[in-house]
């Protein structure tokens, strides 16, 4: 493939580090508020500085349980220590010489940045293996800011495992790419890494297991032996690593455990014995041998997990279903998203289809073509998975920039060819418009508003702002009953305990929250007593109280809202009021 000269500097001697800095001062400006506020952008990042914190400060490596949640028996979480450890390095060298607060705010700062490089590194290596040359391979990773996931998911701040899966998914990819058994077997092994990160990740996973299968069908080659044997060694190993041996006769749908180990060794001894079995010279044959593959490992997970081994959430309560997973937008499908993000899901799928058309007219040789056919299908198949859950998107988001890089050196030679300013000006941003989803997504914000799918609107939602949790660091330690949302923050921004957060294995505390606001207010005051809470806090900006207000009619959560609270609950001086609403039970 030829270069043109997309990026000015860019052939000379431009660097991939010096790209990730420029985008490293972009980033940082853009998050400036949330590092100046201290302020987390999701739950769950505050929920992975605590786990943080307590590793820092004594708690077992093996033990994940946040105990200033439902105190003293604690909230359990389904998480491993492998996200924790950079933000430990990172937390313990900033402890050095920084107060404790800033060490952690640098630390959150830090470290989305360095995954944003290693992100920035292993696509170089992907987009190289696809024969991108380099000033293509820049201008493909200079854009990233226009991926919306991207830049939200590599963010200062942004401290949870999105990033981290998208890095691992895109490693996997690249050793798809280098096409030898050793590649393989790494790929295995980091999909194991992947997978404990979070086993959500099974679907792009078994896409990309699937290539390799393709492969061994329809070209006889064995690197998915070589894959499905790194998986099969790497899981149980890492296991012995991360959870206690007393762990390991658990069986989890929520991660990887003895039931998928089985699944994975079973799938790896089946292919490997296609090697004795006749007809392996044929297409046919191939096709025969994998045969047996599924029915050795599909029984391993599903008997004995069940429907949760296809989905860890299939075991909710219904009330829980209904009344906190469906306003997860995160976890939403396209059809119950937001019109903008929606538009984004269906751009970033565009990109790929448009990258896949000039890969097929285009000339190349046939092995290029064929690893960009192979690469196409991960990234189509993350794209349709972001479709049924929207932070999936982030995979399907990096693996398009190889893509983007072919849209943009087709079309910004032609927008630079035209005679006036003007037109070039304006074809040059229809190039980006065509090659990035950031664009499509902004045009749709207008009709956020119509098309949003969601339970929680409330007339009083949002009418006094946000609410900063910090002021109550000026009460004594306290025991709070708050909405399932703001449990991790009170945790990290206050020495007072909370009840729960939006963790699914504790369940029953969920829904004693969830019914506590949403029920009737004789039933509120009985769990709000047992549950021993001090106070019941509530931020008038809250999604959660919001949609608590749509569950039963004349509640807590509406009481709050009117300002009404029974009487039971003394509106503390100075909270009765404004966005931050806190009260005393008496």
Avoid at 7 to 32: D, H, N, R, S, Y
Avoid at 235 to 260: E, I, T
Avoid at 398 to 405: D, E, G, I, T, V
Wanted: glycine letters at 8%; hydrophobic letters at 55%; one cysteine or more.
């Amino acid at each position: 493939m030829t270069e043109p000269k997309l990026l000015p500097g860019a052939e000379p001697g431009l660097k991939l580090w010096q790209v990730w800095l420029a985008l490293v001062l972009f980033m940082t400006i853009q998050a400036l508020p949330l590092i100046w506020n201290q302020t987390a952008q999701e739950p769950d990042d505050y929920v992975r500085l605590l786990q943080v914190r307590d590793l820092l400060n004594g708690q077992s490596w093996f033990d994940t349980r946040q105990y200033r949640m439902d105190p003293p028996f604690g909230m359990e979480m389904h998480w491993v220590r492998l996200v924790d450890i950079p933000i430990a390095i990172a937390l313990g060298f900033f402890k050095l010489f920084l107060a404790p607060s800033w060490a952690e705010t640098a630390a959150m700062t830090v470290v989305p940045l360095f995954q944003l490089f290693i992100a920035m590194l292993v696509m170089r290596g992907a987009m190289r293996k696809l024969g991108l040359p380099p000033g293509q391979v820049l201008m493909a990773l200079a854009i990233i800011p226009l991926f919306p996931l991207l830049l939200s998911n590599f963010m200062p701040m942004r401290i949870d495992h999105h990033g981290w899966q998208a890095v691992a998914a895109a490693f996997v990819t690249w050793m798809l790419l280098c096409g030898t058994k050793r590649a393989a077997f790494a790929g295995g092994a980091i999909t194991a890494v992947w997978l404990y990160i979070s086993v959500e990740g099974m679907p792009l996973a078994a896409a990309i297991g699937a290539v390799y299968a393709w492969r061994y069908w329809w070209q006889g080659r064995r690197e998915i032996e070589s894959f499905l044997l790194g998986l099969a060694l790497a899981g149980p190993a890492q296991f012995l690593v991360l959870r206690p041996l007393s762990d390991y006769a658990s069986a989890y749908c929520d991660m990887l455990s003895w039931p998928h180990f089985l699944a994975f060794a079973g799938a790896a001894a089946a292919f490997m014995l296609t090697r004795i079995l006749p007809g392996q010279a044929s297409r046919s044959g191939r096709l025969l041998a994998m045969i047996p593959v599924p029915f050795v490992a599909a029984p391993a997970l599903l008997l004995p997990l069940g429907i949760c081994a296809v989905s860890p959430m299939a075991t909710l309560a219904p009330i829980l279903h209904d009344h906190w997973w469906v306003y997860l937008i995160e976890s939403a499908p396209l059809w119950k998203q937001h019109a903008s993000a929606a538009g984004m899901l269906i751009a970033t799928i565009v990109v790929i289809a448009l990258g896949l058309r000039l890969v097929f007219q285009q000339e190349m040789e046939a092995g290029e073509r064929q690893r960009w056919i192979e690469y196409g299908a991960v990234a189509g198949a993350a794209g349709a998975i972001s479709l049924i859950v929207m932070r999936g998107g982030i995979n399907a988001q990096l693996l398009a920039l190889p893509f983007a890089a072919l849209i943009l050196r087709e079309l910004l030679p032609r927008a630079r060819a035209l005679p006036g300013m003007g037109q070039r000006v304006l074809a040059t941003f229809a190039c980006f418009v065509i090659a990035t989803p950031t664009l499509a997504s902004g045009a749709l914000k207008v009709f956020d508003g119509r098309t949003a799918y969601t339970l929680v609107a409330n007339p009083y939602l949002n009418q006094d702002g946000p609410c900063d949790i910090r002021v109550l660091r000026k009460l004594p330690p306290a025991h709070m009953f708050a909405t399932i949302d703001r449990g991790p923050e009170i945790l990290v921004r206050t020495h007072h305990t909370a009840v729960v957060g939006g963790y699914h294995r504790n369940q029953k505390k969920m829904i004693e929250v969830l019914m506590a606001f949403s029920g009737p207010i004789d039933q509120a005051r009985s769990i709000i007593k047992a549950n021993h809470a001090d106070y019941v806090i509530a931020c008038t900006g809250s999604p959660d109280l919001a949609a608590y207000t749509n569950f039963g009619k004349d509640n807590l959560a509406d009481r709050i809202f009117e300002k009404r609270v029974p009487d039971w609950l003394q509106p503390v001086p100075g909270f009765a009021t404004g966005n931050l609403r806190l009260y005393r039970v008496r």
